[in-house]
């Protein structure tokens, strides 16, 4: 989601991908990492305090649109397994749960720009989003 907030690699195929997605969907976690993003980026100057108002009033205009999956019980534990057999760090593991969970009601793309992740997701039938970095 982040880099649909600042420019960084993969902020133009992001984009595109937005455009042309019709929904978005991410675990509760999401919220968190962004906001966060944002707000070190503003204590390490790379962004004004104006623009973190800016970028986090377009988190939260993205973040209303979004399909998003609940912190449970159950996306914890399918997120530990998924750390254990992909060696995930745990955010990744927690996104990687939520989409497989969306995925039994839909066929999802999984745009990620981490290679670890996006293995991790191409073995389990994920179409990636960008098809290649």
């Known amino acids: 989601m982040i880099k649909l907030l600042v420019p960084e690699t ?15 969907l991410c675990a509760s976690v999401g919220y968190v990492e962004a906001t966060s993003v944002l707000a070190r980026m503003r204590k390490g100057e790379r962004i004004t305090s104006g623009q973190l108002r800016e970028k986090q009033e377009i988190l939260e205009q993205l973040w209303r649109s979004a399909g998003v999956h609940a912190t449970s019980d159950a996306l914890v534990d399918s997120a530990a397994r998924l750390a ?3 060696a995930l760090r745990a955010y990744d593991a927690v996104h990687l749960a939520a989409a497989l969970s969306f995925a039994q009601a839909e066929p999802l793309e999984f745009a990620c720009w981490d290679r670890e992740l996006r293995a991790a997701a191409k073995r389990r039938g994920f179409a990636l989003v960008p098809e290649s970095l």
Not at 18 to 24: F, H
């Open 10 to 24: 993969g902020s133009d195929e992001a984009h595109a991908a937005y455009a042309e997605a019709s929904s978005i």
């Open 84 to 86: 254990r057999e992909d």
